[in-house]
């Protein structure tokens, strides 16, 4: 357990959790005190060590926020095997770290997503009511969008011939395989009817990039048009990773917390 020298309120030390598979789910708690916690998920082939990750953890201890950044499993420190797709197996994994910290006393202020994140985020929303702030970053609304260009554009056949297609680096080693299961899986998960799901009273951000060429900022404006109780900040110029735009996507974060934290306790 280490102290920070900035904070000397700050406590920063490793949670391990179990999931309801039996696996162990390894995360970082930034803890300031405060009995709320907001919530952070990575996104594909990620882990909870991405930049964007440990700078909104930084941003959110600047506000005296406490946070909690972990691994889904088959990613990182956690155990498991990495899979294509999963999307809801990583809402069973959101939902046993938001159990346990509840089961610690703590308040979920808020549950936040990158990329891939950004859709767990909204899925488990859309499943649970029992987070009241959920922040969707660049995430997916088209699930067969950008299939083509990770897969190649004739996937579906070779997926139907071999029943799989290896991923493989610049170098030619595979970094992982897509098999039927996980790609019906993917194109099984509907965004549009999960996200009508989302209870009204819920807050939901959704930050995008307007020069993302992963994930088009068109899937942004969907969720716009879908989600009941909406916000939507789009940054000019940022890509998928914000690569140049970290300390903007930061500010949006904090000021929509802080602007619904008033809105919950105006005057406080």
Not at 43 to 53: A, H, I, L, N, Q
Not at 182 to 191: E, I, K, P, V
């Amino acid at each position: 357990m280490s102290q920070s020298s900035q904070n000397p309120v700050l406590k920063k030390h490793k949670v391990i959790i179990p999931n309801k598979y039996g696996e162990k789910l390894v995360g970082v708690l930034n803890d300031t005190g405060s009995t709320e916690i907001v919530i952070l998920c990575h996104g594909f082939r990620s882990t909870k060590e991405d930049t964007t990750m440990v700078n909104l953890t930084v941003a959110l201890e600047n506000e005296g926020i406490s946070s909690f950044r972990f691994d889904f499993a088959g990613n990182g420190e956690s155990e498991g095997s990495f899979s294509y797709a999963n999307y809801w197996r990583e809402v069973d994994d959101l939902h046993a770290v938001i159990q346990h910290f509840h089961g610690a006393n703590r308040v979920i202020s808020a549950i936040l997503g990158h990329s891939k994140g950004g859709g767990v985020v909204l899925l488990y929303a859309s499943k649970y009511h029992d987070v009241r702030m959920v922040v969707n970053v660049s995430g997916r609304y088209d699930m067969k969008g950008g299939m083509g260009e990770r897969l190649g554009k004739d996937f579906m056949e070779k997926i139907k011939q071999d029943g799989f297609i290896d991923i493989k680096n610049t170098a030619g080693t595979v970094e992982y395989r897509v098999t039927e299961e996980s790609l019906m899986d993917r194109l099984n998960t509907n965004m549009h009817e999960a996200c009508l799901q989302i209870d009204k009273e819920c807050r939901v951000l959704t930050v995008h990039g307007s020069s993302d060429d992963i994930i088009p900022v068109l899937d942004a404006i969907e969720f716009d048009k879908i989600i009941p109780n909406h916000k939507l900040h789009i940054v000019d110029g940022a890509d998928h990773g914000y690569t140049k735009h970290q300390a903007e996507l930061a500010q949006a974060v904090i000021d929509f917390i802080k602007a619904a934290r008033q809105q919950d306790h105006p005057g406080a």
